[in-house]
Nanobody, 128 residues
Framework: QLQLVESGGGLVQPGASLRLYCAASGFRLDYYAIGWFRQAPGKEREAISCISRVDGASYYADSVKGRFTISRDNAKNTGYLQMNSLKPEDTAVYYC?????????????????????WGQGTQVTISS
């Protein structure tokens, strides 16, 4: 059974850091690009970052550029999202997703339709 499981979310204060994990099972994650999306209450799901299969090329939304870092460890079948300098507006449910035949760089604008496999999400809350 193909599955993605996110973890690492939680409640932290503004300025803190969190590291999200995206563990894949039932398939090889290195065949896919990994995307991170988030959805705040009452808002649409938005793409925040994406990393390509092998060369590490990546995309970041302007709202997280310079604060978040996406990475992957294909040997561990896991993706990561390091989130620093967190702000209250970063509060959302964060989802990881896997998509085939994608190349993530600054010219690519990720869409939910490009990703065929999704995790269940992990809540991130930034509050003092």
């Amino acid at each position: 059974q193909l599955q993605l499981v996110e973890s690492g979310g939680g409640l932290v204060q503004p300025g803190a850091s969190l590291r999200l994990y995206c563990a894949a099972s039932g398939f090889r994650l290195d065949y896919y690009a990994i995307g991170w999306f988030r959805q705040a209450p009452g808002k649409e799901r938005e793409a925040i970052s994406c990393i390509s299969r092998v060369d590490g090329a990546s995309y970041y939304a302007d709202s997280v550029k310079g604060r978040f870092t996406i990475s992957r460890d294909n040997a561990k079948n896991t993706g990561y999202l390091q989130m620093n300098s967190l702000k209250p507006e970063d509060t959302a449910v964060y989802y990881c997703a896997a998509g085939e035949a994608l190349y993530c760089d600054g010219d690519y604008s990720p869409s939910t339709a490009d990703f065929g496999h999704w995790g269940q999400g992990t809540q991130v809350t930034i509050s003092s």
